[in-house]
C-alpha cells in the first residue's frame, strides 16, 4: 500500500513536470465556441482513438451535441484548430481541463514544494540550534514556535495575503505565497527537531565528534539534523498536502493567483458557484487531483499499528 | 490548578491582544482604504473630506489608543462597511461559526468514537470496509468536501445549497425558521465533520487496541466480565486520553476548515465577516475578528485541556512536578 501510495505521488509529480510536453493544448489557450463544453469520449476508429466533435446547439443554455458524423484525430496526434478536443471538458473560458490541470499541477505542486522546502529547512536548522545552545536561544525560538503554532494559522495566512497589493505579477506571487507558508509551517518542524537534538547532542557519538575538535556546525550538519531524517521527512509529508490545499483556498477566494494562470486553485474559483457546479461537475477536476494527493499522502503516513491489524 | 488556569487565561488574553493589535496594524499598513473605491469617482478634496469625517486621517497611535481604550469598555469601534457597531455583528456572526463548529463535532464524535470503538475491537470484513470509508474520509479536506456536497445537493436537490436560511428569516415564527434552519446546516457542518470524523475513528480504534491489551482488561475478562462490557467499562475510559487530547488539536483546524466552507456554502459566518473586511479594508471589524477568532481557539484549547485534566487524573498541570 504504501509502495503504491509513493508511486502515485511520484506519477502525479512528474504529471507536473511534464506538463508542458502532456498537455495538449496551452494553459491560457481560449476557444471562445466552447464555453463549458462537456468531455469528450474518445474511442478507436481502426487504430487510431478519436473522438466525435461537439457542436453548438443552443448558445443561450450552451448546450452541445455530438456530431457523430465526423471524428476528429486527438491533438497528440493531429492538432485541428477548428474542432478542438476536451478529454476533460472545458472551463468558462472555453478553455481546455485537462491541460490547465496539468499545468496547474505546475503551479500547485511546485509552490507547495518550495514552501516545504523552506518550512523543513528553516525549521530544521531553528529547532536544532535551540536543541543544541539551549538556555535563553532555545527558550526564545520555543516561545516564538509555541506562539506561532496557537495563532489561527488561517486568519494570518489571509491578514498576511491580504494586505498586500492584491494585484501582483505571478511570480511575486509565487514567492510570496510560499514566504507565507514557510513562516505558519517552520514551528511544526522545529519542536520536534528541538526534541530530536537535545536528546541526541548528549550521545557517545556527539561527545565523539566533539572530543575530535569538530565546531558546532559540523556537529549539527553532520551528525544532529540527520539524526532527524524520518521526522523531517514525516513533517514533509504532512506539510505537502496542506500547503497544495491552503494554495487552492487562497485562489479559491481570490486571493492566490490571478486567473490566466492555472493552477488548482483559481480553476476550482471558476468552478465554485452551485450553478456551475451542479451543471458542468468536470471544472471540479482539480478537486480530485488534490484528494488523489492528500489520499497517497495519508496512506504513506498513517498505517495501523501491528496491534490493530 | 487555580494558578495553571490564571496562568492560562492570561496567555490566551496576551494571545487575543497581540493577535488583534497585529492585524489592526497590518491593515492599516496595507495599500489602499476603505475610502478608497468611492474616492475614484471624487474630486481630491471631496476625498480629503471623507477620510476625514470617517476618521481615516488620523495618524496611527492616537487612532489606536482611543480603539485600545474602547476595547476595555468592550466597544470594539464601528464597522464602516457594514455602518454597525463591530461587536453586535461579530457577535452574531460568531454565534453562527459556533453553530456550525458545534454540529460538526457533534457529528464527528458521534460517527467517529463509536466506529473506531468497533473497528479497535473486532476483526473482520466490516472492520476493514469502515477502515477504507474513513482512509477516504481523512482526504476529503473541508474545501473539497464542500464542494463534492454542493454539487450532490445541487444535483439531487435533497438539501439547500448555501447560506443558513432559505427567507430574510423576520417574518417567521420560531419553529419554522428553526426548521429552516436544520435544512441548512447538515450540509455545510458534514463538510467540517467528515475529516474530523474520519480522523477520530482512527485514533479511537488505535487508543483501543492498546487499551485493550493492558492486564488490567485480561483481568476483568478473567473475573467473568462479558467481553463487550469489558471493552466499554474498561478498556475505553483508559484509551479516551489521546483521543480528547486530539480534540485541542481540532479545534485549531475546525476553525480554518469552516472559513473555507463558510466561503464555499455562503454560510454568514466569523470566517466570512473577516475575508469581507480585509478586501474592504474594514480596519475596526478586522482586528474585532481576528480578537474573536484568537478567543474561540484559546478557549477551545483550554476547555479540551481542562477536559483532559478532569477524565485522566495522570494529566499534571506542572505544578505537582
Given at each position: ?33 466552447f464555453?463549458?463544453a462537456p468531455?469528450m ?10 473522438v466525435h466533435p461537439l457542436v453548438l ?7 452541445f451535441e455530438i456530431d ?15 474542432a478542438?478536443?476536451f ?223 | ?321
Amino acid at each position: 500500500m504504501t509502495r503504491r501510495a509513493a508511486i502515485m505521488l511520484v506519477a502525479l509529480a512528474l504529471f507536473a513536470l511534464l506538463a508542458p510536453w502532456l498537455a495538449p493544448y496551452q494553459a491560457g489557450e481560449a476557444f471562445s465556441g466552447f464555453l463549458h463544453a462537456p468531455p469528450m469520449r474518445p474511442h478507436l476508429d481502426g487504430l487510431s482513438p478519436v473522438v466525435h466533435p461537439l457542436v453548438l446547439a443552443d448558445r443561450l443554455e450552451q448546450r452541445f451535441e455530438i456530431d457523430s458524423s465526423r471524428t476528429v484525430k486527438l491533438p497528440w496526434i493531429e492538432r485541428d484548430a477548428a474542432a478542438p478536443v476536451f478529454l476533460l471538458g472545458a472551463d468558462d473560458f472555453g478553455r481546455d481541463v485537462l491541460s490547465r490541470l496539468l499545468y496547474g499541477a505546475r503551479t500547485s505542486i511546485g509552490l507547495a514544494l518550495v514552501a516545504t522546502l523552506g518550512a523543513v529547512l528553516i525549521g530544521a536548522l531553528a529547532g536544532a540550534w535551540a536543541g543544541y545552545r539551549g538556555g535563553w536561544i532555545d527558550e526564545a525560538i520555543m516561545r516564538v514556535a509555541d506562539f506561532v503554532l496557537v495563532l489561527p494559522v488561517i486568519y494570518v495566512v489571509l491578514v498576511l495575503r491580504a494586505v498586500l497589493p492584491l494585484v501582483l505579477p505571478p511570480s511575486t506571487v509565487f514567492l510570496l505565497v510560499s514566504w507565507i507558508f514557510v513562516l505558519v509551517g517552520w514551528p511544526f518542524v522545529a519542536k520536534g527537531v528541538r526534541a530530536i537534538v537535545a536528546v541526541e547532542r548528549n550521545r557517545e557519538y556527539v561527545q565523539a565528534a566533539q572530543s575530535l575538535g569538530a565546531g558546532p556546525l559540523r556537529i549539527l550538519a553532520v551528525h544532529l539534523i540527520p539524526a532527524c531524517g524520518g521526522h523531517l521527512l514525516v513533517q514533509a509529508t504532512l506539510l505537502l498536502p496542506a500547503f497544495i490545499l491552503a494554495e487552492a483556498t487562497l485562489s479559491f477566494i481570490g486571493l492566490g493567483f490571478p486567473d490566466p494562470i492555472a493552477s488548482w486553485g483559481t480553476m476550482l474559483a471558476g468552478a465554485g458557484n452551485y450553478n456551475a457546479v451542479a451543471r458542468f461537475p468536470w471544472t471540479l477536476a482539480p478537486a480530485v487531483a488534490i484528494f488523489a494527493i492528500v489520499l497517497s499522502t495519508n496512506l504513506l503516513t498513517s498505517q495501523p499499528s501491528p496491534r490493530n491489524r | 490548578m487555580g494558578r495553571y488556569l490564571l496562568r492560562r487565561l492570561g496567555f490566551g488574553l496576551l494571545l487575543v491582544f497581540v493577535v488583534s493589535s497585529a492585524a489592526l496594524l497590518l491593515t492599516r499598513l496595507a495599500p489602499g482604504d476603505i475610502a478608497a473605491p468611492q474616492c475614484l469617482e471624487l474630486s481630491a478634496e471631496k476625498c480629503a473630506e471623507l477620510r476625514a469625517s470617517l476618521g481615516l486621517n488620523r495618524p496611527f497611535l492616537p487612532q489606536y489608543l482611543s480603539w485600545l481604550g474602547g476595547v476595555i469598555r468592550f466597544d470594539f469601534g464601528r464597522s464602516l462597511l457594514y455602518s454597525r457597531p463591530v461587536g453586535s455583528l461579530l457577535g452574531e456572526r460568531a454565534l453562527n461559526t459556533a453553530v456550525l463548529a458545534i454540529f460538526a463535532l457533534l457529528a464527528a464524535t458521534l460517527i467517529g468514537i463509536p466506529l473506531g470503538i468497533y473497528t479497535g475491537t473486532r476483526a473482520g470484513i466490516m472492520r476493514s470496509i469502515v477502515r477504507a470509508i474513513s482512509l477516504i474520509g481523512i482526504s476529503v479536506p473541508p474545501l473539497i468536501g464542500s464542494l463534492a456536497l454542493v454539487f450532490l445537493a445541487a444535483r439531487t436537490g435533497w438539501l439547500p445549497v448555501g447560506g443558513m436560511t432559505s427567507s430574510g428569516g423576520l417574518e417567521l415564527t420560531w419553529a419554522a425558521w428553526f426548521a429552516d434552519l436544520a435544512r441548512h446546516v447538515p450540509l455545510p457542518a458534514l463538510a467540517l465533520a467528515i475529516p474530523m470524523a474520519a480522523t477520530l475513528e482512527r485514533l479511537q480504534s488505535e487508543a483501543i487496541a492498546s487499551a485493550s491489551h493492558e492486564p488490567f482488561v485480561a483481568a476483568s475478562r478473567a473475573r467473568g466480565v462479558d467481553r463487550s462490557r469489558s471493552i466499554l467499562h474498561h478498556a475505553w475510559p483508559v484509551s479516551l486520553r489521546p483521543v480528547l487530547g486530539l480534540y485541542g488539536v481540532m479545534i485549531g483546524s475546525l476553525f480554518s476548515g469552516s472559513f473555507v466552507v463558510e466561503v464555499v456554502t455562503s454560510w454568514p459566518g466569523l470566517g466570512r465577516l473577516m475575508f469581507d473586511a480585509l478586501k474592504a479594508r474594514d480596519l475596526f471589524l478586522v482586528a474585532g475578528c481576528a480578537a474573536t477568532g484568537a478567543f474561540f481557539l484559546a478557549a477551545g484549547t483550554l476547555l479540551s485541556d481542562l477536559l483532559l485534566a478532569y477524565t485522566d487524573p495522570r494529566v499534571t498541570t506542572g505544578e505537582s512536578r
